[in-house]
């Protein structure tokens, strides 16, 4: 037997064959034939303006605030600065992403080794041609489909496209696809297929569309928006000319120069509409949500990616590079005597097992062995059969004084002692394809080492070579996978939050069952995915009765997570290979491994740039935190809304002046939500995601701008009535009787009370105090003191809504109770 060839260097003379010449490269790259292909791995910078500039709410406030500058009412305009600072966040943060989404792009591109004029050369992976010859070697990547031409004991690693953890073997006339790995052996591989045609090139195609987060809190703040913007034009269009009315007409505001005033009130009721800081405390939360998870080495590709995974009740995983560290370690050794022989173990097997690890030909689960079993190098082989996929086994020969003189075979059990009473002795070799099977079904991976004191002779390597006779089993080896040490803890964790835990692999189901049990799932039996129905209805039925499927194709993980979405569960799915993008596209989130493909982490939502999984109950705490307290702070701004709209229908019916300036509603929403609303969203909240946010938030917000709404209106009633108060007097009484009451509302979400929620309470109500008292601000917002009439009035109407709005209160909390029994993170 002879060794595997020597591996060829970038320069070096070929053996045989010379490749392509100067001129066909050339050629070929005229035509198109190059493997250069666009690598379009996250959003421009023209499509992240857009989504985040060009919006309807972006369109209804820009218009208010330039039609305020046009009348000379900048100190009006102050509400424009919310809708710029939404912009700019959500514009930074996703620029930020796609920047550092790209470097990791250019980062994991390799260069290519190909026979060109008769050497090989180290080329540009765009660079390639059709008909090019790879030549490839033990850790090269295939840059480009290919067809095998020749080859030495060539195994790849396919489990970025399909995967399949173990490796496959290649020989002649086998394809090869671009982004597998070469694991072991060498050989050569002309081009069939560059660029877009490539394998790879295939499969993401269809994860290039571009589709956003399906986010339940903007899901709501847009159905909000739609909702306002169906009923702002007829509600200002009554305000306004109510606002007219008011000032004697038409024809009188005109031409008296009062219409101003009015379409200043009007616009000022229009933005008090708009739920303005609801948007941007959203914007707020999810960029600081995502600035926390940077921190733990998580990217966030988009903003509504933090909520998301609080959602979740189904994750989908991988086991290769999710469960698993995806590569090999020795397990054990396992004793079986000299079966059929009646001989003893010769004392060399372990010199014999040292050399199998250390030979640079061995396939990546005989390198396993290299840590454990020492090679001693005293003496080379006198003979080596290099292991072959089609062969499944190899061998080598030691002469004597050789501590591992004979021949020793390491090989698959099955494919040694096939010939069963020829190899081993009748019902003992059948025990040892027994044990090997048992072990095989607890999803470890069985070799055999097999022993004869003859000496191999010597022969051609590329010939029928055939197992030596009279061998007899050594003894049975085991293998594993590499579990992640986190993954245990991780998953635990998602089962006591209530999330089912759904494992989808290539590998085979018995296997990935062995592994999932190891992590501590209780998983029962598996499932072969090559049997999965294609009728839906059953598909369901399937997926709601096993956890763990193997044998998955990149197109069932898609339809999986379909079906999953169809029955309403809401599904994260996490992967690392090209064969996940497909179905990380569609998933509610999308989650890469730092060690996925550059398409897959493009699609993804969230990125864990250091492979961590334990990172994923972090993520989970941090969307929960911003459901909860974007929940909590949304009744204030949904609050303001209710009222907003009420006054501006009953004050517009009435004919009655609006009783603020646009400038008085900033500052008592700066004090009652804006303000406080920043601190309450930041806040930590452990409290479960429960659906039904935006009904829990209307259910008090409400009522609330209802109560606001009767006692601002009892205050102008009571002012109109009595006669005899200035404008500003009036306008100042309802700013008074607003912000009390507004304040009782801030009180009330901010249950169940700590100090640092009563702080912020209390200093809220300093800040109205300083607001009523310093000139310097009265001047600025027009407020002038009431009468004590007035005064009392306006306290009265306050403290009768402040004891409605508790009621209020007080029944919501009973109907929603509020639900902390969230358990801390295992990432945490």
Known sequence: MSAAAVPYPAGADAPAGSGLSAAEVRERTLAGLANGAPEESSRSLWLILRSNVLTLFN????????????????????????????????????????????????????RARVLRDGRVQDVAVADVVMDDV?????????????????D????????????????????????????????????????????????ASRLTAEAKRFSLVNSEIRNAIQRVLRWITWALFPVVAI????????????????RTGAWEEALVGAVGAAIAMIPLGLVLMTSVAFAVGGARLARLNVLVQELAAVEGLARVDVLCIDKTGTLTE????????????????????????????????????????????????????????AAVVPF?????????????????????VLGAPEMVFAGGDQRGGGASTEDLLVQSRRLASQGLRTLVLAYTPDVLPDADPDDDVQLPAGLAAATLLTFREKVRPDAAQTLAYFRQQGVDVKILSGDDHRTVTAVAREVGLDVGSGYDARHLPSDPLLLEETLNSFSVFGRVTPAQKKEMVLSLQGTGHTVAMTGDGVN???????????????????????????????????????????????????????????????????????????????????????ATDGLTIGIPAFFLALMANTRRYRPGFLRRSLSLAIPAGVIVTTAVLAVQAY????????????????VLTLSLVALTVLAAVSRPVTRLRLAVVAAMCAGLIVLMTVPLLTDFFMLEWPPPELLAASLAAAAAAILAVLVAGRLHARRYPIDQSGLTPAGK
């Open 59 to 110: 369109g209804i406030v820009g218009g208010c605030f330039l039609l305020l500058l046009l009348l000379g009412q900048w100190k009006d305009a102050l509400f424009g600065f919310a809708a710029l600072s939404n912009a700019v966040i959500g514009v930074v943060q996703e620029y930020r992403a796609k920047r550092l989404l790209d470097k990791l792009a250019v980062l994991d591109a390799p």
């Open 134 to 150: 790879c030549v490839l070697q033990a850790g090269d990547q295939v840059v480009a489909d290919g067809i095998v031409i020749d």
């Open 152 to 199: 030495d004991g060539l195994e790849m690693d396919e489990s970025v496209l399909t995967g399949e953890s173990d490796p496959v073997g290649k020989d002649r006339g086998s394809s090869v696809l671009s982004g597998s790995t070469v694991t072991a052996g060498q050989g050569r591989a002309r081009v069939v297929a560059v660029g877009a045609g490539s394998y």
């Open 239 to 254: 305000l306004t000319n109510g606002q007219m009315q008011a000032k004697g007409g038409w024809d009188a505001a005109i």
């Open 326 to 381: 995806g590569r090999v370690v020795f397990d054990d050794v396992h004793d079986t005597g000299l079966h059929g022989t009646g001989q003893e173990l010769p004392t060399g097997w372990r010199e014999a097992l040292g050399w199998f690890g250390a030979d640079p030909h061995a396939n990546a689960t005989a390198r396993c062995l290299a840590p454990t079993f020492a090679a001693d190098g005293s003496a080379a082989p």
């Open 388 to 408: 072959s996929s089609a062969r499944k086994w190899s061998a080598a020969s030691f002469e004597r004084p050789h501590a591992a003189a004979g021949t020793w």
């Open 580 to 666: 996940d993008a497909l179905a990380l596209k569609e998933a509610d989130i999308g989650i890469a491994m730092d060690t996925a493909a550059p398409a897959t982490k493009a699609v993804a939502r969230l990125v864990l740039l250091d492979g961590r999984f334990d990172r994923l109950p972090a993520v989970l705490a941090e969307g929960r935190q911003v459901i909860a307290n974007i929940e909590r702070v949304s009744v204030l701004f949904l609050s303001k809304t209710t009222y907003a709209v009420c006054l501006s229908v009953d004050f517009g019916a009435l004919t009655w002046s609006y009783p603020f300036l646009p400038r008085q509603l900033s």
């Open 719 to 734: 002012s109109m009535a009595v006669g005899g108060f200035s404008p500003g007097a009036s306008r100042t009484a309802s």
